[in-house]
């Protein structure tokens, strides 16, 4: 086999694609044989319930002299975790608490003026706290209950205002 320089018309050849590329005639395809594409395909499936269930009812109920409000969430199944967090001043919500939490179909908080969350939002009213079930194939659902706290006088009422799903 002969060597490429000695190839009739190879110093020509390769002159001309040099020059060609040079002067941009044909710059696209010489350069489209360096180039390279892929194509990548991604495939989803769920798994377990997604996207979760909500509750179906939620209410907040209070004792005969309101010193106890009861947060209730009724759900078609058991959350592994109920926690519940007060809104603050800047739009956030605050750490998350579990004090005084029952656990079940129908899972509740009870609230008192001397639950945690009240004590550290003791100037905020009303006070809006969200509920956050969390169940075993980590997804979550949640509602927002608002509660007017009453301290003078010795009265240490949480009142509802209002369960919003």
Known sequence: ???F???PGAALAVGAFVLTVLLGIGGASASALWQQSATATMTVTASGTWPVTPFSQFTCTNDSPQKVATLAAVGSRTP???TYAALQANGT???SYTESVALGTTSTVTLTITSQ???ANRTTTPLTIRVTATY???TQTSATAKVALEQGNNSDKVTC???TL
Do not use: E, H, K
Request: charged content about 15%.
């Open 5 to 7: 320089p000695d190839v």
């Open 93 to 95: 919500y605050g750490p």
């Open 161 to 163: 205002m209002s369960a």
């Open 1 to 3: 086999m002969a060597r």
């Open 117 to 119: 969350i009240v004590l």
């Open 136 to 138: 075993a194939d980590q």
């Open 80 to 82: 592994t975790a109920l």
